[in-house]
């Protein structure tokens, strides 16, 4: 039986199909980029969906994508991608029914149409016969919490197909029982679904697997990454490739930083995920939170923080001369600027002294909260920072 | 029986970057330097606060420890709250719910009345995870 698929990712759940406008406000996004569009585990999630229907013996796939703004997240889909066609948001769904057209005139006689959207594990075999014996024009899959939209079709019917497209996945033409799945499903509609499906990953619930080499139980570390020595990684956790982890970083509970990715010293990364060229800065902890391009989303809150402050969280350079070039001015203006930060030290450390101005803030020293107190410090911001890590001994 | 110090409560700006932090500073320095200073923050205002922003804050709590008083936060934005936990300077602080909570707590202990961790958890943690 020739059966092929049609994927539509990037769009969103409520676009309008009429209006032909796709808000930008879209759940299922992070910083602007669609959830799915994101790797995951060192590989983006809509490559893993392909993957896993060529796995299942589909060969032939259309990937429909809608255009999203330009960002630096977006490099590695075009990378492991490059077949998918990109099509303005607002003409996606006529895009979709030209393209189920043409699949059905080059010999489709079922046609799987998934929104990207949720991560589902379907299985298709089951799927196809629950179709064939229900004699259905479509046939709906639903998950344990509801209807997602994936969708099998029958070629020769194109009227039912032109219909629910139409109407961006939301009516039949005609009520059928839908397939239920008792694969794994994730939504994928908030940054906290990511964080879960990359845990649920690392916790062998998925067929995800990481991308990289597994050094430990349950700790994957892929090529080029750099783990200093003193760094601590606690299983199931996931460094990608050509990341750095600085000197007594703590990597922990299912923890996931993609590839060049910087956790700089002292730092706790605690269920969270780094996404690509994050940079996390010293002394922080990171806990339950999604960080990518400057802003951190919190699980526990349920926020999202755009971060311009540089020394706490930065995104890194997406091209390789550029992160050399930082780096070279990194080194060249490291000593002056040891120099001008020991002046400033003097500075304040006479003014703490003689208590009589105002000192400038501006200057927080987060590798502070490593340092042990001593006696003869000053009652500094810094040292109250200290007084906290080792305030039990 | 001593119940007549007064207890300041200062609003925070939206936006608590190097410039704003020095002037809120400027504004505070005079309770600052006050005997045994009570101060309570509102943060509920607060949608960014960066390093200068924290260290303006530890600066606050410093010079109130200094006179044998408190510096107590109230009534913390979720980005607030994110980045005080992001630089492990929450635990440093009294927090609560409301100003008044903050205020009335300098009189007395109101164990209730502290900022209520959200019940979170990660459902997708195992047990042996969460412990």
């Known amino acids: ?73 977006l490099e590695d889909l075009r990378l492991s991608d490059p077949d998918c066609k990109e099509v303005p948001g607002d003409q996606l769904w006529r895009a979709a029914e030209e393209e189920f ?47 997602i939209d994936f969708f099998v079709l029958s070629g020769s019917r194109r009227n039912d197909a032109a219909f629910l497209l139409r109407h961006s996945l939301r009516k039949t033409r005609v009520q059928t029982r839908p397939f239920e799945t008792l694969g794994y499903v994730n939504r994928l509609q908030t940054p906290a679904d990511l964080r879960a499906l990359a845990l649920d990953s690392l916790m062998k619930k998925t067929s995800i697997q990481p991308l990289g080499t597994e050094i430990r139980p349950g700790v ?42 910087v956790v700089d010293c002292g730092s706790v990364v605690e269920a ?35 971060v311009e402050d540089a020394t706490l969280v930065s995104m890194l350079p997406n091209t390789s001369a550029l992160r050399t070039l930082n780096h070279a001015a990194n080194l060249i203006t490291f000593v002056p600027r040891q120099i001008v930060r020991s002046l400033i030290g003097e500075r304040r450390q006479r003014e703490s002294q003689v208590d009589s101005k105002c000192p400038s803030p501006g200057s927080f020293d987060p590798g502070a909260v490593t340092r042990p107190v001593t006696q003869e410090r000053a009652l500094s911001s810094g040292v109250v920072a200290g007084m906290r890590e080792y305030g039990n001994q | 029986m001593e ?74 934005s979720p980005q607030a709250a994110m980045v005080l936990e992001l630089t492990r300077t929450d635990r ?23 900022r209520q961790v959200p019940a979170y958890r990660d459902a997708s943690t195992p047990d042996r995870l969460a412990a």
């Open chain 1, 101 to 147: 057209e043409n699949l059905v005139q080059a010999g489709a006689e079922l046609v799987i149409l998934i929104r990207v959207g949720a991560y589902a594990e379907v299985e298709l075999d089951p799927l196809i016969q629950f179709h064939l014996d229900q004699r259905s024009h479509i046939t709906q899959v639903m998950a344990a919490d509801g209807l």
């Open chain 2, 92 to 114: 440093l602080f009294e927090i609560y719910q409301t100003s008044t909570d903050a205020a009335r707590s300098f009189s007395g202990f109101l164990p209730n009345a502290m």
């Open chain 1, 272 to 306: 969270s995920t780094l996404l690509p060229l994050s940079y996390l800065g010293a002394g922080l902890d990171l806990t339950h939170s999604v960080l990518g391009s400057r802003r951190v989303f919190s699980v526990k809150h349920n926020a999202q923080l755009e």
């Open chain 1, 220 to 261: 994957w570390v892929a090529g080029g990454a750099r783990v200093n020595r003193d760094v601590r990684l606690v299983a199931p956790c996931y460094i990608g490739p050509s990341s750095k982890i600085r000197a007594g970083a703590l990597i922990t509970r299912g923890s996931s930083i993609e590839h060049h990715c």
């Open chain 1, 1 to 73: 039986m020739d059966i092929r698929a049609i994927l539509l990712a990037g769009v969103p759940i409520d676009s309008d199909p009429t209006s032909g406008e796709a808000r930008s406000a879209a759940p299922e996004a992070f910083s602007g980029v669609p959830l799915s569009f994101l790797p995951l585990l060192g590989c983006p999630i809509l490559r893993r969906i392909t993957d896993r229907l060529r796995k299942s013996g589909i060969d032939s796939i259309s990937v429909l994508r809608a255009a999203p703004s330009i960002s630096p997240l």
């Open chain 2, 3 to 76: 119940i007549s110090r007064p207890v300041v409560v200062k609003r925070m700006p939206e936006k608590v970057n190097q410039r704003e932090a020095r002037k809120f500073l400027q504004d505070v320095q005079p309770f600052l330097k006050a005997d045994r200073p009570q101060l309570v923050f509102d943060l509920s205002l607060v949608k960014q606060l960066d390093a200068a922003g924290v260290e303006m804050l530890l600066h606050c709590v410093s010079e109130v420890m200094k006179r044998d008083g408190d510096l107590k936060l109230a009534s913390l």
